[in-house]
Nanobody, 120 residues
Framework: QVQLQESGPGLVKPSQTVSLTCTVS??????????WSWIRQPPGKGLEWMGSIGYSGGTYYSPSLKSRTSISRDTSKNVFILQLSSVTPEDTAVYYCARGYAGTYEYEYWGQGTQVTVSS
């Protein structure tokens, strides 16, 4: 059973960079055939895919967030990391990490989500 757990600061100030870590257990982030994604849900809105890192390390980003988003990984710790820069209150959301099937937007496992609030 694959499990994902998000961690990071719950409150950040505008213009700062928020860094979130997804710790994966029960499976390796380098396993062929999967990608590892960050998805968020602002209050009262739907899910928004932010970006993914593939099993080989390739990254893919939402065009609307590409200039502010970076996803990396540490294979020795089996974690992948989201960095979102120049945050504004509009980035307030619940942030989820998830494992999906390569080449699809079909997700098999999700973390429980972590609230990030951007406020001065």
């Amino acid at each position: 059973q694959v499990q994902l757990q998000e961690s990071g600061p719950g409150l950040v100030k505008p213009s700062q960079t928020v860094s979130l870590t997804c710790t994966v257990s029960g499976g390796s982030i380098t396993t062929n055939g999967y990608h590892w994604s960050w998805i968020r849900q602002p209050p009262g809105k739907g899910l928004e895919w932010m970006g993914s890192i593939g099993y080989s390390g390739g990254t893919y980003y939402s065009p609307s967030l590409k200039s502010r988003t970076s996803i990396s990984r540490d294979t020795s710790k089996n974690v992948f990391i989201l960095q979102l820069s120049s945050v504004t209150p509009e980035d307030t959301a619940v942030y989820y990490c998830a494992r999906g099937y390569a080449g699809t937007y079909e997700y098999e496992y999700w973390g429980q989500g972590t609230q990030v609030t951007v406020s001065s």
